[in-house]
């Protein structure tokens, strides 16, 4: 465990880059799991265009959609596949590359403080001269870098898989979707980073995150189909993620409403390490 612990920053004009704060050294720790991500994202939407212009040709395919239920129509807009931005929504911007992103986001986040206070390495951190607030403040950027990467990743393949296949798929409509996908790993990510540090419990850092983003799907399907339910549904993080389209819709006031989560998570984050104890190695 050792080669974990973080030299404190400037006490050593020789040490590496990437070891000389919080932030750099939480980078550092989960750039081998970006790339890896990145190549599966890149992977994924590279196969689902790949499959657009066989989709795009079939015979009578209007016909085929005019025949789907109702409640799938609404749910994925399946009427919109016959174009190439509401394909790649249907495919991917809509149920796929969501949970993705939560994945990642929230188990990063769990990670981050209960993850290293499991493996007893959080309070050889805590004794340096860095504040409770700074940590969680670098950690929480990290996480937010973390995410953006994969987001910029797939917003380039995503342009490159468009103007090779001609998918129709411009900047904005490409921007569009891959911001409510980082919006929304992040929100969520940094929840699980909440819940780690007020429990220092991995497993209630994952549950608790993992929880309220199902309780948020439900929230946003049931708004769909069910008309009662419709004044409560923009409270879902998923319905301001996703109703615009994503991909195609545009930059909508409902990302103001996920940045402001993550701002709003963020600050009540800040404050939870200093009301417990903190667990020693075992």
Request: overall charge negative; aromatic content about 8%.
């Amino acid at each position: 465990m050792a080669s974990r612990v973080m030299p404190l920053p400037g006490t050593d004009p020789g040490t590496p880059f990437l070891l000389r704060s919080v932030y750099l050294k939480s980078l550092r720790d989960v750039r081998h799991g970006l790339v890896g991500w990145s190549i599966g994202i890149a992977l994924l939407v590279i196969t689902e265009s790949l499959i657009w212009p066989s989709f795009r040709d079939m015979p009578d395919i209007e016909k085929l959609f005019s025949q789907y239920p109702d409640y799938m129509q609404r749910l994925f807009d399946v009427s919109a596949m016959t174009s190439g931005i509401g394909f790649i929504n249907s495919e991917l911007f809509t149920l796929m590359l969501p949970v993705l992103f939560l994945v990642h986001a929230i188990g990063r986040g769990a990670r981050l403080v209960a993850g290293e206070e499991e493996d007893g390495t959080l309070d050889v951190l805590l004794v340096t001269p860095l504040s409770t607030t700074r940590i969680l403040l670098e950690k929480a950027a990290a996480l937010v870098t973390g995410v953006f990467a994969l987001g910029l990743v797939l917003y380039v393949v995503t342009m490159t898989c468009s103007l090779s296949i001609g998918m129709g798929i411009g900047p904005l409509d490409a921007l569009s979707g891959c911001l409510s996908m980082v919006l929304l790993g992040s929100e969520f990510g940094l929840i699980a980073l909440a819940a780690g540090a007020a429990t220092g419990r991995k497993s209630l850092a994952v549950a608790v995150p993992a929880a309220l983003a199902v309780a948020a799907y439900v929230l946003y399907v049931a708004g769909l189909l069910v008309t009662s339910v419709d004044p409560w549904q923009h409270l879902s993080p998923m319905e301001q993620a996703l109703a615009s389209g994503p991909l195609g819709g545009g930059l909508p006031l409902d990302f103001l409403w996920l940045a402001l989560g993550c701002a709003v998570v963020t600050v009540a984050t800040l404050p939870m390490l200093d009301r417990r104890d903190i667990a020693a190695p075992g």
